[in-house]
């Protein structure tokens, strides 16, 4: 069965305090893997799409990387509007329109 | 464009009513997409369309949902005879398949309270 498992659940940083977020993912077939970010009652915002292992993509201070198992979002120095759930995606192969995701994680950014 | 729009932002209703819900794509996009999620949970798959065809569905949608999209435009999700676990954000989000690009856009949402 296609899975993707995020970890950290929570995440609390200080301002400024680099850090990792984790994405792995077990599927059959990988047609991309999806960043978003989600705020308290809105819909997801896209980040990034990632293709194959080796693939980088920086936004800010936001930089996601792709192996053959897990992804990684990097933020560096985060400040307090970087608080939010971030949600990794995978499109599998075999499926048009699903995007399987993962629970997410909570990022809390404090001053 | 201001994106995908949803409408209502919230619904609550009582078990056993029917409640419809809209979604507003962006203009170009042609792949218009349903999801619904519950708290702490990442968004789950329910259907997409592709134009005005309904080109997959998701084991999680019972008979009791209904989909539309007439004219490939903007579409509409219905619930028939609601239930408590009904009750979730329902996202809509829409993309313009070109070249491997699958960036999905999504809504705001609709948040259905069935009680």
Not at chain 1, 18 to 25: A, D, F, P, V
Not at chain 2, 8 to 23: A, E, S
Not at chain 2, 67 to 95: H, N, V, W
């Amino acid at each position: 069965e296609d899975q993707v498992t995020q970890s950290p659940e929570a995440l609390r940083l200080q301002e400024g305090e680099s850090s990792s977020l984790n994405c792995s993912y077990t599927v059959s077939g990988l047609r991309g893997l999806f960043w978003y970010r989600q705020d308290p009652g809105k819909g997801p915002e896209f980040l990034f799409t990632l293709y194959s292992a080796g693939e980088e993509k920086e936004k800010e201070r936001l930089k996601a990387t792709l192996t053959k198992k897990e992804s990684f979002l990097h933020i560096t120095a985060p400040k307090p509007e970087d608080s939010a759930t971030y949600l990794c995606a995978v499109r599998v192969g075999g499926s048009q329109g699903n995007l399987i995701f993962g629970k997410g994680t909570k990022l809390s950014v404090k001053p | 464009d201001t994106g995908v729009s949803q409408d209502p932002r919230h619904k609550i209703t009582k078990r056993g009513q029917n409640v419809t819900f809209r979604c507003d794509p962006i203009s170009e996009h042609n792949r218009l997409y349903w999801y619904r999620q519950t708290l702490g949970q990442g968004p789950e798959f329910l259907t997409y369309f592709q134009n005005e065809a309904q080109l997959e569905k998701s084991r999680l949608l019972s008979d009791r949902f209904s989909a539309e999209r007439p004219k490939g435009s903007f579409s509409t999700l219905e619930i028939q005879r609601t239930e408590q676990g009904d009750s979730a954000m329902y996202l809509c989000a829409s993309s313009l398949v070109t070249a491997g690009n699958y960036g999905y856009t999504f809504g705001s949402g609709t948040r259905l309270t069935v009680v």
